[in-house]
């Protein structure tokens, strides 16, 4: 009996021991990557990118380590060292997604433990392989896709476990045709789908910017880490002019499935350089928080970290996109939905009304910069933390000023419950060619605007516009010039008498045959 009590215990434990590596060993992040090389890129400059999920390390910052052989910048927890997407002083640059379909060892690194050692022990992916081959003798506690690229053009995607890994060359056309890969929750290798409707998303994204020969950092980090979709990978537009559930409230999407999803923490894009540029020239374009919430900036490992990035004990310029991300993230019965018109209003106001040009200078900045110093060929430190500096306080000022703005202004979603006696009819015919007409409501007089928006979100054409009195009205369209297809019709109406203070919004979807 007690050599039985005592092997029970013995299973307890080790249990016990499984579970805790599990959760703070080894934490599942459910990231969106990319690798691409030069010859898919438009500038012909490799690219590495990640967009980081972990909801339970919301506080991330910008870290400069001088610890090792090689001096090298990279995003972690507030507070830790471990990196999870980093870039060195020779041009190597190394993140990861969690692949929960890996087998891992039961000792060794783990994810963002090997990414540290590398990123200060490695110079070129060639001598990561050779890193990953001493270890698979060791073992490691790695269940991860890694992506690396380098200074001579290497770029690829190890999907990696405990003993064994699997290279994805993105400058083989067998294995990347289009010279890049991408990767969500699971490996090849393991045969999982995880993030799979991510995945999908990406490949579209992706694909079109390759075709398009928009393959830069600024279409990733503009379009592809700030994109909304749904379960099927479908494009959901911002604003959202309609509900995602009858009982979810208007305009609010669900991010769940989307690579922009509310559990996203950081963001990064790795731009290397070309063929006889310095290594220092390799930049690493990150955004702390969540990337709707947040502002991008370039930092070099060259420099040291702003304290706006690096902070303590969290970096300010994180501290204030978590701040925004509470005011879009709101819902709270389910906080996996953001309100879409406080991105983006039908009047073209909102978050990214502010941040997006801010954004758009800072791009503009740094690469004037950058390209002085590719031409010149001389590299000055001093001058590289002065900019990556200054730039890193713009931003935080206009952080700063976008919250205040958020708090200040007043969401015509927080009324877009239908109020009696104003109605917004269903088209008729639907679907319709050429011609349908619109029904619509009002039981006091009112200002109104009845707009016709695409898939996208894009305002198409007002068809009203201005004051009405109480009634009902109907108004006939044509579109004529439009493409065929989806679009929707969204009626706003503000009663000009103090009775009815409230805006109402209310938007329905028509189907165009031509």
Same mark, same amino acid.
């Given at each position: 009996?007690?050599?039985?009590?005592?092997?029970?215990?013995?299973?307890?434990?080790?249990?016990?021991?499984?579970?805790?590596?599990?959760?703070?060993?080894q934490p599942a992040e459910a990231c969106t990557i990319g690798v691409a090389s030069g010859k898919a890129t438009a500038d012909g400059r490799p690219l590495l990118w990640k967009t980081r999920d972990l909801q339970s390390r919301p506080n991330n910052e910008i870290y400069t380590n001088t610890s090792y052989r090689y001096k090298f910048v990279s995003v972690?927890?507030?507070?830790?060292?471990?990196?999870?997407?980093?870039?060195?002083?020779?041009?190597?640059?190394?993140?990861?997604?969690?692949?929960?379909?890996?087998?891992?060892?039961?000792?060794?690194?783990?994810?963002?433990?090997?990414?540290?050692?590398?990123?200060?022990?490695?110079?070129?992916?060639a001598e990561f392989q050779h890193f990953l081959d001493s270890t698979n003798v060791t073992g490691r506690q790695t269940r991860a896709n890694f992506g690396v690229i380098d200074s001579t053009g290497q770029a690829a995607i190890f999907e990696t476990g405990g003993t064994f890994y699997r290279k994805f060359d993105a400058n083989n056309a067998a294995q990347a045709p289009n010279g890049y890969v991408l990767r969500t929750n699971f490996s090849v290798t393991g045969g999982g789908n995880s993030g799979i409707e991510r995945y999908h998303r990406t490949v579209k994204l992706i694909g079109d910017f390759y075709s398009g020969d928009t393959l830069n950092y600024r279409s990733i980090l503009r379009y592809q880490m700030r994109d909304f979709s749904d379960f099927d990978?479908?494009?959901?537009?911002?604003?959202?002019p309609e509900r995602w559930k009858p009982d979810r409230p208007f305009g609010y999407i669900y991010t769940g499935v989307s690579i922009c999803r509310s559990s996203s923490v950081s963001a990064a894009v790795i731009q290397g350089i070309l063929t006889g540029e310095s290594p220092k020239l390799s930049t690493m374009w990150a955004i702390l928080g969540q990337p709707a919430s947040s502002i991008a900036l370039p930092y070099w490992p060259a420099a040291q970290t702003p304290p706006e990035a690096g902070g303590d004990p969290t970096a300010p310029l994180c501290d204030e996109a978590n701040k925004i991300k509470a005011l879009l993230f709101d819902y709270l019965p389910n906080t996996n939905y953001i309100d879409s018109y406080k991105l983006r209003n039908a009047e073209g106001g909102g978050l990214w009304a502010r941040t997006f040009p801010a954004e758009d200078s800072i791009f503009t900045a740094a690469e004037a910069q950058l390209q002085q110093w590719r031409t010149n060929g001389v590299v000055n430190i001093s001058a590289m933390?002065?900019?990556?500096?200054?730039?890193?306080?713009? /931003?935080?000022?206009? =952080? @700063? %000023?976008? *919250?205040?703005?958020?708090?200040?202004?007043?969401?015509?979603?927080?009324?877009?419950t239908v109020? /009696?006696?104003?109605? =917004? @009819? %269903?088209? *008729?015919?639907?679907?319709?060619?050429?011609?349908?007409?619109?029904?619509?409501?009002?039981?006091?007089?009112?200002?109104?605007?009845?707009?016709? *928006?695409?898939?996208?979100?894009?305002?198409?054409?007002t068809l009203a516009s201005g004051p009405f009195k109480a009634g009902t009205y109907f108004v006939s369209w044509s579109p004529k010039a439009l493409a065929g297809g989806v679009y929707f019709y969204r009626l706003t109406a503000k009663p000009v008498t103090g009775t009815r203070p409230e805006l109402i919004v209310q938007t329905k979807k028509l189907l165009y045959l031509k």
């Open positions: 009996m007690k050599t039985r009590n005592f092997l029970y215990k013995l299973l307890l434990a080790f249990l016990l021991i499984q579970m805790v590596r599990l959760i703070y060993v972690v927890n507030a507070g830790g060292t471990y990196a999870w997407m980093g870039l060195n002083e020779k041009g190597f640059a190394i993140l990861n997604s969690y692949s929960g379909d890996l087998q891992a060892s039961d000792s060794g690194l783990t994810n963002g433990l090997l990414m540290r050692d590398v990123l200060g022990n490695c110079a070129t992916v990978s479908n494009p959901v537009p911002v604003p959202f933390e002065n900019i990556e500096s200054g730039l890193a306080r713009y /931003a935080l000022i206009q =952080l @700063k %000023q976008a *919250y205040t703005g958020l708090i200040s202004s007043v969401s015509d979603t927080q009324s877009n109020t /009696a006696g104003f109605s =917004l @009819k %269903q088209n *008729y015919p639907n679907p319709f060619n050429p011609m349908t007409r619109i029904r619509f409501s009002l039981p006091v007089s009112c200002t109104i605007h009845l707009t016709i *928006y695409n898939v996208t979100g894009k305002a198409v054409l």
